[in-house]
């Protein structure tokens, strides 16, 4: 009867450090989502123009607080020993784990999309949008897109012919290029990381590869640290799963007069 009474109290601890990680992930998330919603800093800022992007924000707070409100409940269950809470919490977790199990399928065996990799065409059209609109007036947008093309030495979402619709290069009688797109290899003296350059040729002396690419290449390099974070998720909601299932299982009746009144 001790030991098994130790064990419960073993599984109820080990329960709510579970679902502390859990709570930590989810604002982890939540955060994350606020981030990218309110930041106006950083190269987020170059997609933040398009509604979809903001509605991606709205999405990833929401995907966020479901965590948390999942280990609450968790938590409120392991410590008062509520077996329907932990039922809950099970089922919910089962479902989450089925889930990614079947999205986990369809990128897999969906061959002729690589979800993973492959350059979404909506953000294309914002980044062409943002550099078509591009004046070198070193706007918060303007400043975030070349510390993009500086630090990944890349020029245009494609390629260097996205910069063909800009209005300023268009209008000026001189061969001007972004100076952001300048690859250093090619030049020689001091040069700027912003606005407008001048071209001494039609050949503008820039990076040859696409910002697509290079976001592709980082992605491919990071492959293994984003399965990573994925199998750690999974396990953590195994291991939820299992403690609260043997939890469940031993604990014999309801007691509800252990949850605080408030």
């Given at each position: 009867?001790?030991m098994g009474?130790g064990c419960?109290t073993?599984s109820?601890?080990?329960?709510?450090?579970?679902?502390l990680i859990?709570?930590?992930?989810?604002?982890?998330?939540?955060g994350?989502?606020?981030w990218i919603?309110?930041?106006?800093?950083?190269?987020?800022?170059?997609l933040?123009?398009s509604?979809?992007?903001?509605?991606?924000?709205?999405?990833l707070?929401?995907?966020?607080?479901?965590?948390?409100?999942?280990s609450f409940?968790g938590?409120l269950?392991?410590?008062?020993?509520?077996?329907?809470?932990?039922?809950?919490y099970?089922?919910?977790l089962?479902?989450?784990l089925i889930?990614?199990?079947a999205?986990?399928?369809?990128?897999y065996?969906?061959?002729?999309?690589?979800a993973?990799?492959q350059?979404?065409e909506?953000?294309?059209?914002?980044i062409?949008?943002?550099?078509d609109?591009?004046?070198?007036?070193?706007s918060?947008?303007?400043?975030a897109w070349?510390?993009?093309?500086?630090?990944m030495?890349?020029?245009g979402w494609?390629d260097r012919?996205?910069w063909?619709g800009n209005?300023v290069?268009?209008?000026?009688?001189q061969l001007?290029f972004?100076?952001?797109c300048?690859?250093i290899s090619?030049?020689?003296?001091n040069?700027s990381?912003?606005g407008?350059c001048e071209?001494k040729?039609?050949?503008?002396?820039?990076y040859?590869v696409?910002?697509?690419?290079s976001?592709e290449?980082?992605?491919?390099?990071?492959?293994?640290?984003v399965l990573?974070?994925c199998?750690?998720?999974?396990?953590?909601e195994l291991l939820?799963m299992i403690?609260?299932?043997?939890?469940?299982r031993?604990?014999?009746?309801?007691?509800?007069t252990?949850?605080p009144?408030?």
């Open positions: 009867m001790t009474i419960i073993v109820k601890y080990f329960l709510f450090l579970f679902n859990f709570f930590l992930f989810g604002a982890v998330i939540v994350f989502g606020f919603l309110l930041d106006s800093q950083t190269f987020i800022v170059a933040k123009n509604t979809d992007v903001e509605l991606a924000c709205y999405i707070i929401g995907v966020g607080a479901f965590p948390i409100l999942i409940l938590c269950g392991a410590i008062y020993e509520i077996r329907s809470l932990l039922s809950l099970f089922s919910v089962l479902l989450i889930t990614q199990f999205a986990g399928a369809l990128i065996f969906q061959k002729d999309v690589p993973v990799f350059v979404n909506q953000i294309s059209k914002v062409t949008k943002v550099l609109k591009y004046s070198g007036n070193n918060t947008t303007e400043q070349d510390f993009i093309q500086t630090n030495e890349c020029c494609i012919r996205d063909s209005m290069i268009v209008n000026s009688s001007l972004p100076c952001s300048q690859n090619l030049i020689s003296g040069f990381d912003s407008f071209a040729t039609p050949d503008w002396p820039v040859d696409g910002c697509a690419a976001v290449r980082w992605l491919l390099t990071n492959t293994g640290v990573g974070i199998l750690g998720v999974t396990l953590i939820g403690l609260s299932i043997c939890l469940c031993n604990v014999h009746m309801e007691d509800y252990k949850v009144k408030y």
